[in-house]
């Protein structure tokens, strides 16, 4: 199922029907941080859900429209011809103004290269960043990603300057689910994308934990073992970072 078809396409195999106008949801959709570094404050929103069919069972896209970007998501209903879906491949596409480059790196940690929308050597990993010709940045990231395959994103083998949705493997879902929203985030500069973080988490469930007195900043660490390309010998490093809260001093 490609969602953005032609303007042809669309007229002869989609049918596009409103679902529902939630309107504004400011109140319903956002949520707060326990260490709130930035107020956790994102943009006017508006939603939409449409129905998509295909000569499939009907699927739901969820859009939703911020000051600072944008999001949307599939969600899937009863399915009438089964117990659940089967999900293979999504490719999802997003169009870029030729000249547009990409912050690119094949695995999480990994080293960036920028490269233009041609002739990438593999996947990149999400979150992506793209710089636009004439100025200003997108950043293609994803939220809320439960019990789905994760996603990375490639050029497509036919389109100039589009980059694509590439899952790591097959989903099997029961329904009702959705997908982990799909987010554009846009911004004059590079420094923009971090600032707007908030988004992301308002795209995820609020905690589900109802008293959170007791969760308190601490110590976070991490190990990794890896061997050293000098002595082809085992070497491990240990990190640890610290977090306080607001005023209590430097960490």
């Known amino acids: 199922m490609n969602p953005f078809p032609s303007s042809d396409e669309l007229k002869d195999l989609i049918q596009l029907a409103k679902r529902e106008d939630l309107g504004p949801q400011n109140d319903d959709v956002t949520s707060r941080l326990l260490i709130d570094e930035n107020a956790l404050g994102v943009g006017t929103l508006l939603q939409k859900s449409v129905g998509i069919t295909c000569g499939l069972p009907i699927v739901e896209m969820i859009c939703r429209a911020y000051d600072e970007g944008i999001a949307f998501r599939y969600y899937f209903p009863e399915n009438p011809t089964g117990v659940y879906y089967h999900i293979t491949e999504e490719n999802t596409e997003f169009a870029l103004p030729p000249g547009t480059r990409g912050w690119c790196t094949s695995w999480a940690q990994g080293p960036y290269r920028l490269l233009p929308l041609k002739d990438w050597p593999d996947e990149s990993e999400r979150?992506?960043?793209?710089?636009?010709?004439?100025?200003?940045?997108?950043?293609?990231?994803?939220?809320?990603?439960?019990?789905?395959?994760?996603?990375?994103?490639?050029?497509?083998?036919?389109?100039?300057?589009?980059?694509?949705?590439?899952?790591?493997?097959?989903?099997?879902?029961?329904?009702?689910?959705?997908?982990?929203?799909?987010?554009?985030?846009?911004?004059?500069?590079?420094?923009?994308?971090?600032?707007?973080?908030?988004?992301?988490?308002?795209?995820?469930?609020?905690?589900?934990?109802?008293?959170?007195?007791?969760?308190?900043?601490?110590?976070?660490?991490?190990v990794a073992s890896c061997t050293s390309a000098a002595t082809g010998r085992p070497s491990c490093s240990i990190s640890a970072t610290a977090r306080r809260p607001s005023g209590s001093g430097s960490s």
Do not use: H
């Not at 099997?172 to 420094?191: H, K, L, M, N």
């Open 127 to 222: 979150p992506l960043t793209l710089q636009l010709p004439e100025g200003g940045y997108v950043c293609l990231a994803e939220a809320q990603m439960v019990d789905y395959a994760r996603t990375k994103f490639k050029l497509s083998r036919n389109k100039p300057n589009t980059i694509m949705t590439s899952l790591f493997g097959a989903v099997d879902g029961i329904t009702y689910f959705g997908s982990p929203w799909r987010v554009v985030f846009v911004g004059e500069q590079a420094a923009d994308i971090i600032r707007n973080e908030s988004l992301l988490l308002n795209l995820n469930p609020p905690a589900a934990i109802a008293q959170t007195d007791w969760i308190k900043p601490g110590w976070s660490s991490s």
